[in-house]
Each structure stands twice: as structure tokens, then as C-alpha cells.
């Protein structure tokens, strides 16, 4: 007898819950901005939202227990002279908050426990550096008081928050606008697509591009992020003829994805979350209301469609809840903050189903704590070390000592710290990285730009010829159908 086998997976069967009405965040003016950010961010303490305003960038910040709905004067923070494009919190800081704007700068600010009694206009430090508007903005996951931006100038800075100092820019390699960028898992290694439609891979502190490739060939916005320890990256985007898809990239080679895959032909950008305890990779689409959840595998075809989450509103954009505040003993394994279009912001949980009420250690294997792994300072003189991790069993949570963590191998070229090690990207990867290795071990700066200055000359020559190639074939084919139709 012939039968049908499914591919067993103990995530097959998550679902998501909304919260009620009641536990929402309602009235809130969510901004309306083109912009793709996550307009939204999250943590134990507080949640925020990038607001609609007149005259500046505001957001609003609220505890996470205050729910209901607001007055529209409720205080909020409002430094910027312009919108707000994206905020985020400090990992290891609760109270603190980044945001960046249209105005080209970037604002740290700190929040009282009890939330904001009035409106906040002055910052804890404002960090000044892009020549045009700011896009996003992304904390170090392992080091304190670093963080990454990037802004229309296609530049990426890195800055110390504490002294305000610039300590390392990228800059000279994309030749348009930066769409988003993501740490990799200890933080050695930048990842980022851009308006070119490539892929790449920066070491950041040594100012070295490690990889390049062709990413997805829509017009649309491309989206990366990495998949924790496994260093592998995973990418949204769009195809030539406006499907959306998603792909997993071997980092060690980005000539070609490991798969891609079209989801479907909607307009929304999609916006990929990971989780590391799971492996499991959620796709929440702008406009969108639904999520789809996929599982990431070490073998072909590496990721498997789960299921997905059907909401009731579509979404102007999500953020999520730090792994280490999730409801254990209910089997939740991740918490978004859904953007209504009618101006609520929805919680959703998304749980593993389970008869037994014990706690089921199989699905929660060490997450991210939340303390720092090293110093802002260590990680600039070129150590790496990964994230400090919590362990979680029935009694409650326990860190895991400096040293005893999961074995990774990190990406990026720097020191070997605790719990570090060599790169992993070949050194056969035909990138501008690798012949700046090969060049800087000669010690030859003459031929350094001369090689850099060929590859670029070389690059732009080819997509030329790319250019004029796609143009003539365009032409025959009108050619060939204009004498079709007069034959007939």
C-alpha cells in the first residue's frame, strides 16, 4: 500500500495566539513611513514604536504592563528634527534605547524603570558621523557599547557609545543605497544587501570585504540576517519577475545560495527572524497577515516549510520579545509585536504544544543571557567571543560559565578569545577580500590599488557589456514578434 511520509519535526505543529483586546496596546499612531525597518522594538522591560508626527521624530516607550489604550498626548521621545527610521534596544541594558533619523544623527537615551512621566528631548549621547539620513541601526551582540549604522551615504560606521568615538567605517564598497545588515554570531563579521542587489560580507574590524554575490534580482528591498552559530545567512528579497523569496547562503561561498525558493507573488518585504534554540526561521511580511515559519537543517534542502500563523489585521511591521523572557512552563518559543494598520500593537505567542505541564527541556537549549561576553574596548583590539549564555531547567535559569559554551567557529579574522576560533571563510573565495589578504601579506601598497583599482574598472566593464547584452536580446525578440505578426 503506497502512503505519503512527512518529514517528523517536533515544531511541525506550532501555533500562534493572540493576545486579547483587553492585553493590546491600542490608539497609537504608528508611523506610516516607506521605510523598512522593524518600526518597532522589545524587551523585558519596555516596548517601543516609531510614532506618525509632525515637525520631528518622535517614538513611544511604554511598559510593557501598561496596556490598553492611550491618549494621543502621552509623553514620549521626541529629539530628532526628523523621522524617526529605526530604534533599538540595548542587549545588555534594559533602559537604554538608540534610535537613528532623517536628520543624519543617531541618539542614545535612557528610560526611568517606571517609564516617562514627560516627553524626553535630550539624549545621554548624540553620535554624528552620516552625511545623509541614517536607515538602521544594530547593537553588538556580545560586546557593550557597540553599535553599527548605516545611512544613505553608504557607509557603515561602528561606535563606541560610551565615548561617542567612531572606531572603524566601511566605506568605498557599496555602490547604492544599504538595505539591512546583521552581526554575525559573535559579532566579528557584518553581513548587509544593498540596492546593487549583492550580498556581502565585511570583517569589520580589519576593514576587509571577506565575500560578494549576486543576492535576489528584484528592484525591491533584500533583507539578511544570520542563523546564530551556524554562520549560515539567510535572505529575503524579490526575483526578476516580482515573486518573493527567501534563500540560505553557504558564507564561504557566495557565488550561488544553498536554495532559493519563491514564496509568493505579494508586494510586502519580508522580514526574517531567527531562533537560535529552535533553528526555526519566521517570515513576517509588510502589509501582510500572516507569518510563515520554516526549520533550518544541515542537509539538503535545508529548510522546510512548517506551517503559518493567519492574523486578522495586516501588519506595518513586528518586533520580538529576547528569548530569555519567554514563558517556559508554556512552551513558548517566540513572542512578536504585531504593527496594526489600525494602530494596535497585537502580542502573538508561538507555542510548541505539549500534554505534560513539566518543563520540556528538549526544546530550550542555552540562550542568550543578556550579559555582556567582553568589553567594547576587548572587542575592539580584536578579541571574539560568543555570546554569554543562559541555561534553563525546571527550577529556574543559571548561567553557563565563560569557557563552557557550545563549540562555533567564528567568521571573522580577529584574536581568538574564549571560546573563539579561525575563520571559516576559504581563502579560495573569489572575493576583494581575499586579494586584499594576498596583497597586505606582500606588503606592497602600489599594487593593493592597483589590484582594487582593476577589479572595479573589470566589474564595471562586465556589467556593461550585461547591460547592452540584455538590451539587444530585448530588441531581437521585438523584432522576431513584429515579423510574426506581420506574416500573419
Known amino acids: 500500500m503506497a502512503g505519503k511520509f512527512v518529514r517528523v519535526s517536533k515544531f511541525r505543529h506550532v501555533f500562534g495566539t493572540p493576545y486579547k483586546k483587553e492585553s493590546c496596546y491600542d490608539n497609537i499612531r504608528i508611523t506610516k513611513s516607506p521605510w523598512e525597518s522593524n518600526m518597532c522594538a522589545v524587551n523585558g522591560k519596555f516596548l517601543a514604536v516609531v510614532l506618525e508626527s509632525q515637525g520631528g521624530g518622535a517614538f513611544l516607550v511604554v511598559p510593557l504592563s501598561k496596556v490598553g489604550r492611550f491618549d494621543l498626548n502621552i509623553p514620549k521621545v521626541a529629539g530628532h528634527k526628523n523621522l524617526v527610521m529605526d530604534i533599538a534596544w540595548n542587549p545588555f541594558d534594559d533602559n537604554e534605547i538608540a534610535s537613528c533619523s532623517e536628520d543624519c544623527t543617531i541618539k542614545i537615551w535612557t528610560i526611568p524603570d517606571e517609564g516617562l512621566n514627560d516627553t524626553l528631548v535630550d539624549c545621554k549621547r548624540e553620535l554624528v558621523g552620516h552625511s545623509r539620513k541614517c536607515g538602521h541601526i544594530l547593537w553588538h551582540p556580545c560586546a557593550t557599547n557597540i553599535l553599527a549604522s548605516n545611512g544613505f551615504d553608504n557607509k557603515i560606521i561602528i561606535w563606541n557609545t560610551a565615548s561617542g568615538e567612531q572606531l572603524f567605517t566601511i566605506d568605498g564598497f557599496h555602490e547604492d543605497t544599504i ?17 546593487d542587489k549583492k550580498l556581502r560580507l565585511f570583517d569589520v574590524r580589519a576593514g576587509e570585504l571577506l565575500g560578494e554575490g549576486e543576492c535576489h534580482q528584484g528592484t525591491k528591498p533584500a533583507r539578511v540576517i544570520f542563523c546564530g552559530s551556524t554562520n549560515k545567512l539567510f535572505t529575503t528579497g524579490f ?9 540560505l547562503w553557504d558564507p564561504s561561498d557566495l557565488s550561488k545560495p544553498l536554495t532559493i525558493e519563491n514564496v509568493d507573488t505579494s508586494s510586502g518585504v519580508q522580514f526574517p527572524f531567527y531562533d537560535e534554540g529552535t533553528k526555526m526561521v519566521y517570515l513576517a511580511g509588510k502589509g501582510d497577515t500572516v507569518i510563515r515559519y520554516f526549520e533550518i537543517v544541515d542537509e539538503a534542502p535545508y529548510v522546510f516549510f512548517l506551517s503559518m500563523y493567519q492574523g486578522n489585521g495586516p501588519q506595518r511591521g513586528v518586533g520580538i520579545m529576547p528569548k530569555k ?52 574596548e576587548e572587542w575592539a583590539s580584536g578579541i571574539s567571543r560568543p555570546p554569554r549564555l543562559l541555561m534553563f531547567t525546571g527550577e529556574g535559569a543559571k548561567d553557563i560559565p565563560v569557557g563552557q559554551e557550545p563549540p562555533y567557529t567564528s567568521l571573522s579574522s ?28 606582500s606588503n606592497d601598497g602600489g599594487a593593493l590599488d592597483e589590484a582594487r583599482r582593476t577589479i572595479k574598472e573589470l566589474t564595471a566593464e562586465n556589467d556593461r557589456f550585461r547591460e547592452e547584452n540584455d538590451r539587444l536580446q530585448q530588441k531581437v525578440q521585438e523584432l522576431e514578434e513584429s515579423a510574426s505578426y506581420r506574416k500573419f
Open 414 to 441: 580577529g584574536k581568538k578569545g574564549s571560546g573563539g576560533s579561525k575563520p571559516a571563510l576559504k581563502a579560495a573565495a573569489l572575493s576583494t577580500g581575499a586579494l586584499n589578504k594576498q596583497s597586505s601579506s
Open 239 to 247: 526575483s526578476r519577475q516580482s515573486d518573493r523569496q527567501y534563500a
Open 325 to 376: 523572557e519567554m514563558r517556559f512552563m508554556e512552551c513558548e518559543v517566540m513572542r512578536f509585536f504585531r504593527l496594526q494598520v489600525k494602530g494596535i500593537v497585537e502580542p502573538l505567542s508561538m507555542t510548541v504544544p505539549r500534554k505534560s505541564d513539566m518543563f520540556q527541556d528538549d526544546i530550550y537549549p542555552p540562550c542568550e543571557s543578556g550579559i555582556p561576553a567582553l568589553t567594547g
Open 179 to 195: 538595505y539591512s545588515m546583521c552581526w554575525s554570531y559573535d559579532g566579528g563579521v557584518i553581513a548587509t544587501t544593498c540596492k
